[in-house]
């Protein structure tokens, strides 16, 4: 089974920040790596598919970068609604998330 | 717009069999493009992929839960279920039907959940 982990597991960020979330793959998994945001009690968001292409309506301050086993999601400016977890998921072996990364007020 | 939604009972006794069902409205469970998947998230917790059906009947189970699961379709329903067996308090989290978008790409095909249902808690205690 492919691991994934994500650094850090949680952030305090201010309205305006850079953010920058890691996921790292157990072994290569090319850029078979999709990218989710999740508020609370609600389902999960797609926002990157394929490591780096932005699905359709998300706001082009997010970004996603990485091929092999590393990646990363940016958000460029980061705004209120973008206060949320995010999770990265792999698809080259079956499917599976990583542990989440929670982005809070500062 | 496609659109899910989850039914099912909110509570199972423990060692019984799980059963939910995702209803799809204004999408068909019969277009090749897509499959269909469960993923379950226990309270305050990471995400979970159980597992994806096909409209054919093809299924992909996680290997953890692949001896508990059995995930079927009704094309004539446009619906598709979940049964996870033996279940225990472990089970306990909120479970998600999803559709499962199939890119073409090279080596094989990129898989991600486009659309997801709004989730349904489902419980086990006795």
């Known amino acids: 089974d492919i691991q994934m982990t994500q650094s850090p597991s949680s952030l305090s960020a201010s309205v305006g920040d850079r953010v920058t979330i890691t996921c790292r793959a157990s072994?290569?998994?090319?850029?078979?790596l999709n990218w989710y945001q999740q508020k609370t009690g609600k389902a999960p968001k797609l926002l990157i598919y394929?490591?780096?292409s932005l699905q359709s309506a998300v706001p082009s301050r997010f970004s996603g970068s990485g091929s092999g086993t590393d990646f990363t999601l940016t958000i460029s400016s980061l705004q209120p609604e973008d206060f949320a977890t995010y999770y990265c998921?792999?698809?080259?072996?079956?499917?599976?998330f990583g542990p989440g990364t929670k982005v809070d007020i500062k | 717009q496609v659109q899910l939604q989850e039914s099912g009972p909110g509570l199972v006794k423990p060692s019984e069999t799980l059963s939910l069902t995702c209803t799809i409205s204004?999408?068909?469970?019969?277009?090749?493009?897509?499959?269909w998947g469960w993923i379950r998230q226990p309270p305050g917790k990471g995400l979970e992929w159980i597992g994806y059906?096909?409209?054919?009947?093809?299924?992909n189970y996680s290997p953890s839960l692949k001896s508990r699961l059995i995930i079927s379709v009704d094309t004539s329903e446009n619906r598709f279920s979940l049964k996870l067996s033996s279940v225990t308090a472990a089970d306990t989290a909120v479970y998600y039907c999803?559709?499962?978008?199939?890119?073409?790409?090279?080596?094989?095909?990129?898989?991600?959940?486009?659309?997801w249902g709004q989730g349904t808690l489902v419980t086990v205690s006795s």
């Open positions: 998921q792999q698809s080259y072996s079956n499917l599976s």
């Open positions: 059906i096909h409209y054919s009947g093809g299924t």
């Open positions: 999803a559709r499962i978008l199939r890119r073409p790409k090279v080596p094989m095909e990129l898989y991600y959940f486009d659309y």
């Open positions: 072994q290569s998994i090319s850029n078979y």
């Open positions: 394929g490591a780096s």
């Open positions: 204004g999408g068909s469970v019969s277009s090749g493009s897509y499959y």
